[in-house]
């Protein structure tokens, strides 16, 4: 299993280091996100919401036990009923630049060992990552990213 308190420290890291993620939160399931936008004003995005990762056991053998770490980020903003289609595009183009910023993040987190959090993604799979838009998910327009995470010995 990822190691929990890093997860929620790159989960902080997001909303400081990306100036176009405003706030940002480690989130258990669906049911944690629909009450977390409840209480969220209109500076707090686009917001970031971290699921807790699901994980499969990945190991060579009984001394080599490892997990595979499936990590979904969302990037979102309230859906407008009233807003044009430049509206909305521009809104979807600004947090796909928030997705391409944070990915281009989690590559430098894995390769380079001075980074703060390469100690949990340095088992990155590069070739996992999957982004999708989100339209009216909870009444929010985003996108999504999941990517897998092999970790050792938790």
């Known amino acids: 299993m990822i190691n929990l308190p ?15 993620i405003n706030n940002s939160q480690l989130i258990i399931n669906q049911t944690d996100l629909k009450n977390i936008f409840e209480d969220l004003q209109d500076n707090d995005y686009p917001f970031a919401a971290v ?47 928030a ?13 380079l060992c001075d980074q703060p959090f390469n100690s949990i993604f340095k088992g990155l ?4 990552f999957h982004t999708d838009p989100e339209r009216n998910f909870l009444g929010h327009d985003g996108w999504s990213v999941s990517f897998k995470v092999k970790t050792m010995g938790y």
């Open 6 to 20: 890093k997860l929620y420290a790159w989960t902080n890291y997001l909303k400081t280091k990306f100036d176009r």
């Open 51 to 97: 699921v807790l990762p699901s994980t499969k056991g990945d190991a060579r053998d009984e001394d080599n036990y490892g997990e595979i770490n499936q990590i979904l980020v969302f990037i979102l903003s309230p859906t407008k009923e009233s807003e044009t289609y430049d509206s909305w595009y521009n809104d979807i183009l600004l947090m796909s630049t």
């Open 99 to 111: 997705i391409e910023d944070m990915k281009a993040d989690l590559r430098d987190q894995k390769a």
């Open 125 to 128: 799979d590069l070739n996992s």
